[in-house]
Antibody
Framework: EVQLVESGGGLVQPGGSLRLSCVAS????????MSWVRQAPGKGLEWVAN????????FCVDSVRGRFTISRDNAKNSLYLQMNSLRAEDTAVYYC??????????WGQGTLVTVSS | QSALTQPASVSGSPGQSITISCTGT?????????VSWYQQYPGKAPKAMIS???DRPSGVSNRFSGSKSGNTASLTISGLQAEDEADYYC???????????FGTGTKVTVL
């Protein structure tokens, strides 16, 4: 069974940093693109970033470029999102998702990030 | 990159069919077949329902079907059931710097 489990969310002050993790199981992690998708409270879904299976290529949405970094450790079946210079508008539930083609076929349960003073 | 446009809400009676539209541009929905649909219950993670505009993953009920014409994609739910009451989002690959854009979301209500 494919499983994705996120962790690392919490309350952080504006300008602060946080590192999210996602541990994958049930599939050959290194063979898949992986993505982070977020959802602000009461709002819709927003794609944040993705990374190729070998970790050599990644992309992100304009609003986080230069502040967020996506990475992965295939030896640990883990995906990461390093978030720096956090803003109030980054407050959201962050989901990791498997991206087999141009979609998101499996999702984790999400981890809540709250940016507030 | 603007969000894809979906109706805020769609409703139907049990057994009826409903269709949710997802309108984009030539840079996203109209330019690629890479449209997918997701079902989300309150407080839960999204679930993939349709990929590549009309492909249904294994395990998804055949009551769900997808299509695309021009800049608009559609999700049809036939034989509407109480368990179909949820939020639905479309998504498309885009040619812009933002690789993927989601729709505004549609709340489906079963009357």
């Amino acid at each position: 069974e494919v499983q994705l489990v996120e962790s690392g969310g919490g309350l952080v002050q504006p300008g602060g940093s946080l590192r999210l993790s996602c541990v994958a199981s049930g599939f050959t992690f290194k063979n898949y693109w992986m993505s982070w998708v977020r959802q602000a409270p009461g709002k819709g879904l927003e794609w944040v970033a993705n990374i190729k299976g070998d970790g050599r290529q990644s992309f992100c949405v304009d609003s986080v470029r230069g502040r967020f970094t996506i990475s992965r450790d295939n030896a640990k079946n883990s995906l990461y999102l390093q978030m720096n210079s956090l803003r109030a508008e980054d407050t959201a539930v962050y989901y990791c998702a498997r991206s087999p083609k141009f979609d998101f076929d499996c999702w984790g349960q999400g981890t809540l990030v709250t940016v507030s003073s | 990159q603007s969000a894809l446009t979906q109706p805020a809400s769609v409703s139907g009676s049990p057994g009826q069919s409903i269709t949710i539209s997802c309108t984009g541009t030539n840079s996203d929905v109209g330019g690629y077949n890479h449209v997918s649909w997701y079902q989300q219950y309150p407080g839960k993670a999204p679930k993939a329902m349709i990929s590549e505009a009309s492909d249904r993953p294994s395990g998804v009920s055949n009551r769900f079907s997808g299509s695309k014409s021009g800049n608009t994609a559609s999700l049809t739910i036939s034989g509407l059931q109480a368990e179909d009451e949820a939020d639905y989002y479309c998504s498309s690959y885009t040619s812009g710097s933002t690789l993927y854009v989601f729709g505004t979301g549609t709340k489906v209500t079963v009357l």
